[in-house]
């Protein structure tokens, strides 16, 4: 139902651009996010965006670099990263709930995707 790509390899200070392509029935219903998680943490929501894109969310550690959006026509939400650095590394998730941007969390997310690496060197 959700289909992320983007991950990779790239330098400190670099860029990647995440996609998350949703079905139509999803994404018209949906707050959706991107979440990380590295090993033997816990999954953390990076950013939300509401159904008509009006309304986002960004994590204070990623606010200012990374930007999320949305395009209905391909039903598809984007994260641009710019600016990485390496504590950015972690496999990334997109997820949606049919609630609010402030109720999304790991726990709430009814629909995943599944993870796509982001690896930042030094």
């Known amino acids: 139902q959700l289909q992320a790509s983007g991950g990779g390899l790239v330098s400190a200070g670099g860029s990647l651009r995440l996609s998350c392509v949703a079905s139509?029935?999803?994404?018209?219903?949906?707050?959706m996010g991107w979440f990380r998680q590295v090993p033997g943490k816990e999954r953390e929501l990076v950013a939300a965006?509401?159904?008509?894109?009006?309304?986002?969310f960004h994590a204070d550690s990623v606010k200012g670099r990374f930007t999320i959006s949305g395009e209905n026509a391909k039903n598809t939400v984007y994260l641009q990263m710019n600016s990485l650095k390496p504590e950015d590394t972690a496999v990334y998730y997109c997820?949606?709930?049919?609630?609010?941007?402030?109720?999304?969390?790991?726990?709430?997310?009814?629909?995943w995707g599944q993870g796509t690496l982001v690896t930042v060197s030094s």
């Open positions: 965006i509401n159904r008509s894109g009006g309304s986002t």
């Open positions: 997820a949606a709930n049919p609630f609010s941007i402030s109720s999304l969390s790991e726990r709430t997310a009814n629909y």
């Open positions: 139509r029935r999803i994404f018209v219903m949906s707050v």
